[in-house]
């Protein structure tokens, strides 16, 4: 059965920082971020391929955010800084075999989500 699990959402100040990390039970899969405000579509946010040498980020989160991956651990990270009120949503970690990394409906598995609040 596959598992993605995300962890280390919280409430942090705008200008501080997250980092969330998956745990995942599959290996050789493209892996994603994604968010969820309340009363908005999931937006992609961050991807990175198979063997972690290339990635690829929402406008939005450019220069603040970073995906990594530990194919040794099948885990992947989100470090986020300098974040603001706007970033406040649920994130998923998903993981997809082919297609469009910026396309939900291209990734195969999805975690339960991690709450992140930013206040002002």
């Known amino acids: 059965q596959v598992q993605l699990v995300e962890s280390g959402g919280g409430l942090v100040q705008a200008g501080g920082s997250l980092r969330l990390s998956c745990a995942t039970s599959v290996s050789r899969y493209g892996l994603g971020w994604f968010r969820q405000a309340p009363g908005k579509e999931r937006e992609f946010i961050a991807a990175?391929?198979?063997?972690?040498?290339?990635?690829w980020y929402a406008d939005s989160v450019k220069g603040r955010f970073t995906i990594s991956r530990d194919n040794a651990k099948n885990t992947v990270d989100l470090q986020m800084n300098n974040l603001k009120p706007e970033d406040t949503a649920v994130y998923y970690c998903?993981?997809?075999?082919?297609?469009?990394?910026?396309?939900?409906?291209?990734?195969?598995?999805w975690g339960q989500g991690t709450q992140v609040t930013v206040s002002s």
């Open positions: 998903a993981a997809q075999w082919s297609g469009s990394y910026f396309i939900a409906g291209n990734y195969d598995y």
């Open positions: 990175i391929n198979r063997i972690g040498s290339g990635s």
